[in-house]
């Protein structure tokens, strides 16, 4: 059976870029993206309809986006309905590796702050 539901549907690529930047910087806050973490992305980009460049640029967000990139996901959501839902699914990305820590939560406080 063929799954035709897209999540972030009617977003421009560059929304969805900037959400799930944004989703993956979170990986980086505790300095490490687990297993758990990369696959969550990959599955993210993947129902959002990523071109397999932009799926490996959010991927690669998870282990070395810097703060100025993390800004600029942020600004592009700003505007957007997309910031509601934002924070949400940082959290929900924050605890697929079962381990919600401190730097985590400081970071979402930062974003949502931000927004």
Known sequence: MENSQSILQGSSDMEKGAYLGAI???ATADRQATPEEIEYLSKLADSA?????QKEAVIKAASEISDNDVIRCLDVLKNSEL???LVTDVIAFAKTD????EAE???VQKMADYL
């Not at 309809?49 to 460049?53: D, F, K, T, W």
């Open 98 to 101: 079962h381990n919600y820590s």
């Open 24 to 26: 993956a910087s979170i």
């Open 105 to 107: 939560q400081k970071s």
């Open 49 to 53: 309809g990523l071109s397999a460049e």
């Open 83 to 85: 910031k509601y839902s």
